[in-house]
């Protein structure tokens, strides 16, 4: 009877546990998308809800640098509303985790005091951003699902 070396089992094993990791990124980057477009929706919606407690935080509290505090609140509502749920779907979704990511800096640049525990939100936040953004939405996204095999079929993008 020929038994395989340690190494050889090893090696067996290690295979089949990446194997089964790589099998679970798909679901892993779902649940970061899911995760991620909350946080920000939710915060969007909030700034929605009381439109005149949003301008009046980014005119004394929120310091944006560059814009005034109607637009940068607009543009700040606006993106945690339109981002998220791209984001979700996985339509432009690198676009939308780069959008929502400079979202989050500004968030963090402009508080002039953060509490660490919402600054190590933010730092979870950043960091799940860029890997969606890095390494792509994952598989079960419409993307991935619908709309790269729709420019491969038109020959606007190069087969992998």
């Known amino acids: 009877m020929n038994t395989p070396h340690p190494i050889q089992s090893a090696y067996l094993v290690w295979r089949g546990f990446t194997r089964l990791l790589d099998g679970l ?3 892993a980057a779902l649940l970061a998308r899911a995760y991620l477009a909350q946080a920000f929706f939710l915060s969007g919606l909030t700034k929605l ?7 009046f935080l980014f005119t004394e509290e929120y310091h944006v640098p560059v814009l005034s505090p109607e637009l940068a609140a607009f ?3 606006a993106g ?4 998220p749920a791209l984001l979700l779907l996985g339509l432009a979704g690198r676009f939308a985790a780069l959008g929502l990511s400079v ?6 640049i402009s508080l002039s005091e953060i509490a660490p525990a919402a600054l190590q939100q933010h730092i979870t936040w950043g960091v799940l951003l860029a890997a969606l953004a890095l390494y792509g939405v994952g598989k079960w996204s419409v993307d991935c699902a619908w709309l790269r095999p729709l420019l491969l079929r038109k020959g606007l993008a190069p087969a992998v």
């Open 25 to 27: 990124q798909p679901l």
């Open 49 to 55: 809800r009381d439109w005149e407690t949003t301008v």
């Open 75 to 77: 543009m700040g509502t």
């Open 80 to 83: 945690e509303l339109v981002l």
């Open 103 to 108: 979202v989050n800096v500004v968030a963090v």
